[in-house]
């Protein structure tokens, strides 16, 4: 059940997410080590680029598949990829990020231009930003109500540092290049480093689950 009046600005970002998600730091790392190891498995032979969409879609696949046995949905509203809280106030989208996820001091962006889903999702959470202000000075309650919030898990794997770096933040701005490029709140979780937390090849296959979607409307 997700916790909708927890006061997170004091709080680890693991526990934030743990309380507001039911979603635990492991689960997350199992998440974001799905998305490194598709990313790395890109060969010379691949179409350019075909190491960041793998890793979307495998991302997806593992997220969805950590959060459906708890009651969690699979939703595609206009062909985007997101797993939706049981009581449809939250989604959670795998993004692609840049060089700045991750990274505290700076803010990021989405790699690739976001389309007309990620847009409604971001005019409904400035909405909310307004009528439940979020500041990193302030006490952060998240009150959500009315309608859907949707969160990004953003990824950068960091080939130069060794590292993927990621977090699980509210997109509240687009830029004109129509790249995400503000959030609050960002969960920013610990990097992992790659080679001693990836394992090439993968977790063992978990057992059938019963996958319920959204149908359109």
Not at 13 to 32: D, G, K, M
Not at 83 to 96: N, R
Not at 170 to 187: A, G, H, Y
Not at 197 to 205: K, M, R
Request: glycine content about 6%; overall charge negative.
């Amino acid at each position: 059940m997700l916790d909708q009046d927890f006061a997170f600005s004091d709080a680890p970002p693991q526990i934030a997410v743990q309380r507001l998600f039911e979603l635990s730091e492991a689960e997350l790392r199992e998440t974001v080590n799905a998305c490194a190891r598709a990313y790395l498995s890109e060969s010379p032979l691949h179409p350019k680029g075909a190491g960041g969409s793998m890793a979307w879609m495998e991302g997806t696949k593992v997220i969805r598949s950590v959060m459906i046995p708890k009651g969690w949905k699979i939703e595609n509203p206009g062909n985007q990829p997101r797993v939706v809280s049981p009581d449809g106030k939250h989604a959670i989208t795998v993004i692609c990020g840049d060089e700045h996820t991750g990274n505290p001091t700076r803010t990021p962006m989405t790699r690739n231009k976001k389309g007309r889903q990620t847009s409604q999702g971001v005019s409904y959470n400035v909405k909310q930003t307004e009528l439940f202000p979020v500041s990193r000075e302030e006490l952060q309650r998240y009150a959500p109500h009315g309608d859907q919030t949707l969160w990004i898990l953003l990824f950068y794997v960091d080939k130069a540092a060794g590292e993927v770096r990621y977090e699980l933040s509210r997109p509240i701005n687009m830029s004109e290049t129509e790249k995400v490029d503000d959030w609050e709140p960002r969960f920013i979780m610990p990097s992992l480093k790659l080679g001693d937390n990836i394992d090439p090849q993968g977790p063992e296959p978990s057992s059938d689950i019963d996958i319920p979607v959204i149908p359109r409307s």
